[in-house]
């Protein structure tokens, strides 16, 4: 059975970056794809970014450049690094899994809020 807890989330002000941490229990962590998604009031939910190798990485057009999501297969770890945070960023952020191959994301974890507020 796959677990996701996401970390990281919090206040921070316009111009400012956060390090949203996602930990993964369960086995065989290298052979799943991990995503983080959003979801900002009012909104349907969005892919952010996903990984799976660093040379199969996706990311949300408009959020290349400020955004990099990065794994650790040794900690089954992943990361979203936030960069030069905008109030239009602010949203629950959640961690995602799936099995190579797969067409959905079948693990999730709880969500993180990250607020972007002078």
């Known amino acids: 059975q796959v677990q996701l807890l996401e970390s990281g989330g919090g206040l921070v002000q316009p111009g400012g970056s956060l390090r949203l941490s996602c930990a993964f229990s369960g086995r065989a962590f290298s052979m799943y794809v991990m995503a983080w998604f959003r979801q900002a009031p009012g909104k349907e939910r969005e892919l952010v970014a996903a990984t799976y190798v660093p040379s199969a990485t996706y990311y949300e057009d408009s959020l290349k450049g400020r955004f990099t999501i990065s794994r650790d297969n040794a900690k089954n770890m992943v990361y979203l690094q936030m960069n030069n945070l905008q109030p239009e960023d602010t949203a629950i952020y959640y961690c995602?899994?799936?099995?190579?191959?797969?067409?959905?994301?079948?693990?999730w974890g709880q969500g993180t809020q990250v607020t972007v507020s002078s």
């Open positions: 995602a899994a799936k099995v190579r191959g797969d067409q959905d994301y079948s693990y």
